[in-house]
């Protein structure tokens, strides 16, 4: 298998800023490339910047809940009475 890689450039037009254009025109100077080769550089290092997460993960610090007293399900009248207290009937 034969694979085939083209590579197209695509001409569009964009409307810039002027604070944009100035510091586009003055890479330009710095480094001697073209306009296009500046704007094509500028944004390749601009979206090839790794994202930061804006918020913090969200922590959990967990509290033991063990129950402070012992009920026992089985024995009904014991658990009404821990409950209600000793005059539950």
């Known amino acids: 298998m034969m ?3 083209y590579h197209h450039d695509m001409r569009t037009t964009l409307t810039l800023d002027d604070d944009v254009v100035a510091k586009l025109k003055e890479e330009m100077r710095r480094s001697g490339q073209s306009f296009k080769e500046t704007v094509n550089t500028v944004l390749r290092k601009g979206l090839n910047v790794p994202k930061k997460n804006k918020f913090e993960p969200f922590k959990v610090n967990p509290k033991n809940l063990k129950p402070r007293i012992t009920i026992d399900y089985d024995n009904i009248g014991e658990l009404l009475e821990q409950i209600e207290g000793p005059l539950h009937r």
């Open 3 to 5: 694979l085939l890689y």
